[in-house]
């Protein structure tokens, strides 16, 4: 079992910045690759980023491509989503997972372990 901890959301406005951690324990971090997913009020949960378990590869949904970067720092078992130029519509529950592979994946299917979320709110 892996269990997974987000923390860092709040409430921003515009343009503003938050930078969301996710803590994982109870197995191997480096085992897993990692993502980061969001669900917004009355819509379904969308991928936003994921890393593999080295962080060499990264993969970013085109809606966050430029304002969002994924890192992990392995030694403290953590993947962290930084968030930049947030924008009202980003206002969403953010979710990290583990997937049990050394690759990114963008399906939500595919992720073995999830947190219990971080809000995150934009106000415009």
């Known amino acids: 079992q892996v269990q997974l901890v987000e923390s860092g959301g709040g409430l921003v406005q515009a343009g503003g910045s938050l930078r969301l951690s996710c803590a994982a324990s109870g197995h191997t971090f480096s085992n897993y690759a990692m993502g980061w997913f969001r669900q917004a009020p009355g819509k379904e949960r969308e991928f936003v980023g994921a890393?593999?378990?080295?962080?060499?590869?990264?993969y970013l949904a085109s809606s966050v491509k430029g304002r969002f970067s994924i890192s992990r720092d392995n030694a403290k078992n953590t993947v962290y989503l930084q968030m930049n130029s947030l924008k009202p519509e980003d206002t969403a529950v953010y979710y990290c997972?583990?997937?049990?592979?050394?690759?990114?994946?963008?399906?939500?299917?595919?992720?073995?372990?999830w947190g219990q979320g971080t809000q995150v709110i934009v106000s415009s």
């Open positions: 890393i593999s378990w080295s962080g060499g590869n990264t």
């Open positions: 997972a583990a997937h049990r592979t050394a690759y990114p994946a963008v399906r939500d299917l595919e992720y073995d372990y």
